[in-house]
């Protein structure tokens, strides 16, 4: 299948800083990704989708100044949070279609704010 | 909006046993897309099966199948011959099209037995 690399997979940072996660397709071009937070034991809740060369769409209640997504080209979205704080420690997973209605996940972004 | 309705948070099955997993969805679209993804402790999203709403036949994947019932819109996951590795939390999801995000139930976690 195809791939979708997410990084990083950890981070850790302090209250107040920006975190920058990518989604990047391998062996595909996206003109659409996806992007969604997890809390723990929890579904997966969408927080908007990026549209290459476009701006992205935020879904209810999220914060598009506090969740910058940018979609520059056909194979990379990024999601920065900006000034973080321990409310928005959580998972955060990509995905990217790959047309024909396939969707392929990255493997994730753990976020600790301390 | 259309939601998707995982009814069973946690199941166990024996090992070697058969397990069904069910769902329910909303929508008033005619043509649709439907998925179980499987959730292991690594958090990496992975497509168990995929049905198309306009094909009556149940998809079938190995040991995975599904019931689907496009009038009572259920849509539920048989796992045979179930294995240790089975093991995870599993979500059903519904997308209407192309470049539309996943619309994910709360999951179910199944525990797999020895």
């Known amino acids: 299948g195809a791939v979708v690399s997410q990084h990083p997979s950890r981070v850790i940072c302090k209250s107040g800083t920006s975190v920058k996660i990518e989604c990047r397709s391998l062996?595909?071009?996206?003109?659409?990704m996806f992007w969604y937070r997890q809390f723990p034991k929890q579904s997966l809740m969408l927080m908007a989708t990026?549209?290459?060369?476009?701006?992205?769409?935020?879904e209810q209640g999220v914060e598009k100044d506090k969740f910058l997504i940018n979609h520059a080209s056909l194979t990379l979205s990024t999601l920065t949070v900006t000034s973080a704080h321990p409310e928005d420690s959580s998972f955060y997973i990509c995905s990217a279609d790959a047309g024909g209605e396939k969707l392929f996940f990255g493997s994730g972004t753990q976020l600790s704010v301390l | 909006a259309q939601t998707v309705t995982q009814s069973q948070p946690e199941m166990s099955v024996q090992e070697a046993e058969t397990v069904t997993l069910s769902c329910t969805y909303d929508?008033?679209?005619?043509?649709?897309?439907l998925f179980w993804y499987k959730q292991p402790p690594s958090r990496q999203m992975i497509l168990v099966i995929r049905?198309?709403?306009?094909?009556?036949q149940n998809a079938t994947e190995n040991r995975f199948s599904v019931n689907f019932q496009k009038a009572a819109k259920s849509f539920s996951l048989k796992i045979s011959d179930s294995q240790l590795g089975d093991t995870a939390m599993y979500f059903c999801a519904f997308m209407t099209r192309g470049n539309t995000p996943l619309v994910f139930g709360k999951g179910t976690r199944l525990s797999v037995i020895a």
């Open positions: 049905q198309e709403a306009y094909k009556q």
């Open positions: 062996d595909f071009q996206a003109t659409t």
């Open positions: 929508t008033s679209e005619s043509n649709y897309y």
């Open positions: 990026s549209n290459e060369g476009s701006k992205a769409t935020y």
